[in-house]
């Protein structure tokens, strides 16, 4: 493959993005837009923290499962944090490492897989102020360098919205969140999600979020958007530690 094709591609899925990035900025807040509110500034994590949460996802036939994650260490090189998921196949223990408050060296994107972060992940930009925004080109350290693009993660911060889970009722503010996968092949094109994160500053966490994702075939210009992940995530439960 040569590295005009290489490239091509690249500016194409990058183009994408962009497209629409810009569209949604256009249009400011707006869908997110909510209630006006404080910045919420950094949390203080401790051992013993704790957060559960209810997963979906699916059409017809959906995937239900529950997952916890707890702060294990807190210390000068970050926070670890153990995540365990059960249900329906898919029992798992995995770790992930925070730099500090937000930002993820080690962790998930979207599903629960685990990739190493370069530069690390900015999952939250605390203090979250209404109106912010930030963009990263990321790469995963654990997959060799290939002819593609890296992941693109665009977040937006909105205002204040009241959101019910079984942990409670809380008032929440919104983030939208737009991704590009760096799963493209020589077959098919990135996959590109749209989310919505509702992060509750009492428990330290979001306690919604919402993603719908899709992607397309290559060599067909009426290729249709192909369903992609659709997770839904709700808090269940917390705990802070003392």
């Not at 900015?122 to 995963?140: A, C, E, H, K, M």
């Given at each position: ?100 408050p ?40 654990d ?30 503010i ?5 991704l ?12 590109q ?50």
């Amino acid at each position: 493959m040569n590295q005009t094709s290489v490239s091509s591609r690249h500016v194409v899925a990058v183009a994408a993005f962009a497209s629409a990035t810009i569209l949604l900025g256009a249009c400011g807040t707006a869908g997110i837009s909510g209630n006006p509110g404080q910045p919420v500034p950094a949390p203080t994590y401790r051992v013993g923290d704790r957060w559960t949460y209810h997963g979906e996802e699916g059409f017809r036939v959906k995937a239900v499962w529950d997952e916890t994650h707890e702060i294990t260490a807190v210390g000068p090189d970050g926070i670890t944090v153990q995540v365990t998921t059960t249900g329906q196949g898919q029992n798992s223990v995995r770790t992930e490492q925070w730099r500090s408050p937000g930002v993820v060296q080690v962790g998930a994107v979207l599903d629960d897989g685990t990739r190493r972060f370069d530069p690390a992940l900015v999952r939250y930009q605390f203090p979250l102020t209404t109106g912010d925004s930030w963009l990263q080109r990321i790469r995963n350290l654990d997959q060799p360098p290939g002819p593609f693009g890296p992941m693109l993660r665009h977040v937006s911060v909105g205002g204040y919205q009241g959101v019910t889970t079984p942990a409670g009722t809380f008032d929440a503010i919104m983030m939208r969140v737009i991704l590009t996968l760096d799963d493209e092949t020589a077959f098919r094109w990135p996959t590109q999600c749209t989310g919505i994160v509702r992060y509750a500053p009492p428990a330290a966490a979001a306690a919604e979020i919402e993603y719908t994702c899709w992607w397309r075939d290559k060599g067909d210009q009426d290729a249709i958007n192909r369903p992609g992940p659709n997770p839904v995530l709700r808090l269940t439960s917390y705990k802070r530690g003392t």
